[in-house]
């Protein structure tokens, strides 16, 4: 009962997806194959990582600056977690320290200052 109070919570947040259909296929028709470095920004209570991994994507990281939100994930995800690299830090001051192929964000920046997630975004792009 308390699970299912919880469940529907979290769905009646407008910004929720059980199936994040729309990001899977923007990120196929960019050309993913399962060895390309996708890093989710503000992955959070995402359910994206659960279905990369289940697609066979080998190089996947979830950022985000809240602990929970990716202890969370980690826990849904059971062995599967180890798969995954995990980020708990705040992307406007994030330094990336390996060059992504594919940069993913969803409804994770109402708050922050665009022009510094540009440049975190063209850097963690490009490389250190
Ligand atoms: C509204 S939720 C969206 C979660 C997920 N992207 C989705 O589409 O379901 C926003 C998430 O972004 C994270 N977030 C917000 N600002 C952030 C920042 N500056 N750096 C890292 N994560 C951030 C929050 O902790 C939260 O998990």
Same mark, same amino acid.
């Given at each position: 009962m308390g699970g299912h109070?919880?469940?529907e919570g979290?769905?009646?947040r407008s910004w929720f997806q059980e199936n994040p259909a729309p990001s899977l296929e923007l990120i196929a028709q960019v050309g993913a194959t +399962?060895?390309? /470095?996708?890093?989710d920004i503000g992955g959070g209570a995402s359910r994206l990582v659960?279905?990369?991994?289940?697609q066979g994507f080998?190089?996947?990281?979830v950022l985000d600056l809240s602990e929970a939100a990716l202890e969370a994930a980690k826990a849904?995800?059971?062995?599967?977690a180890g798969q995954v690299h995990w980020i +708990?830090?705040? /992307?406007?001051v994030w330094e990336p320290l390996e060059a992504y192929d594919i940069w993913h964000d969803r409804a994770a920046f109402h708050s922050s200052p665009r022009t510094m997630?540009?440049?975190?975004?063209?850097r963690a792009l490009s490389g250190p």
């Open positions: 109070l919880r469940q979290r769905e009646r +399962p060895a390309s /470095a996708i890093i659960d279905n990369l991994v289940k080998e190089d996947v990281t849904r995800l059971g062995d599967d +708990p830090v705040d /992307a406007t997630t540009v440049r975190r975004m063209s």
